[in-house]
């Protein structure tokens, strides 16, 4: 008698667990096909919204960005991704790109490896320098503003943010571009790629989303802590 309750026990929680499942899936699928999921007609005042606290004057800071993702690709030899591992100043790799070949423990062919790995990353770094890419980041580095432009057809869920991860690598970049005008002297290089920088941070923190804020107080830090490094060496 007890087994043959225990069963029909399983059986109903399971059945009603699957029809909680169902239904839940269900009424997931109608929100997301919902209007509500699009900016709709607040996409205008997403737009103004993200203006109203920046001064528009000057071309978009996110154009003059993808200017200067298209220069660097256009260097055959190098990304601004793979240009954001250049080392600093006594082949001592930045925090932020730590690695295993970093540690004590590391053995001679990783060791190696490392080497060959700065020896590239510094010719890298000479292709892009010599290209088109100081300039555009310097353009930048002075604009006022930046905006991407909400269609009121969009879905929210599905929208893609392109400029947040070039605007990660070309901050990376101006670190690297940072320690290597400070290892030549050039005071002027040096002030230059952290403005690039500090300019990227609040292009992304002045967007409408958290993720973009946070994006943009990442890159704040790494710029901040870089200039740490400079004011108080170890």
């Known amino acids: 008698h007890h087994a043959l309750a225990l069963k029909r026990f399983v059986l109903y929680t399971g059945g009603a667990i699957l029809a909680l499942v169902i239904i839940l899936m269900l009424y997931v699928g109608w929100v997301v096909n919902q209007p509500r999921g699009k900016p709709g007609k607040f996409a205008a005042q997403i737009n103004a919204l993200v203006r109203e606290g920046q001064v528009v004057e000057g071309p978009n800071g996110f154009e003059l960005l993808a200017e ?6 256009a260097v055959e030899v190098v990304t601004l991704a793979q240009m954001a591992s250049a080392i600093k100043p006594g082949a001592v790799p930045y925090e932020h790109l730590y690695t295993p070949f970093d540690k004590p423990s590391a053995t001679d062919a990783q060791r190696e490896e490392r080497q060959n790995e700065e020896a590239a990353a510094k010719a ?36 893609v943010f392109p400029e947040l991860g070039t605007s990660r ?9 940072l320690h290597m005008a400070v290892e030549r002297g050039d005071v002027e290089d040096a002030a230059a790629s952290l403005r690039c920088g500090i300019t990227l941070a609040r292009h992304c923190a002045n967007q409408f989303t958290m993720i973009d804020g946070l994006v943009g107080v990442a890159i704040n830090a790494l710029m901040s802590g ?8 170890r």
């Open 68 to 73: 200067v993702k298209a220069a660097a690709e």
């Open 124 to 159: 890298c770094f000479a292709a892009i320098m010599a290209s088109s890419v100081p300039a555009l980041m310097d353009k930048l580095a002075h604009s006022t503003w930046a905006a991407r432009s909400i269609s009121s057809d969009q879905a929210m869920f599905s929208m």
């Open 169 to 177: 690598q070309t901050a990376r970049f101006s670190v690297a571009r």
């Open 226 to 233: 870089q200039l740490r490094e400079l004011a108080l060496p």
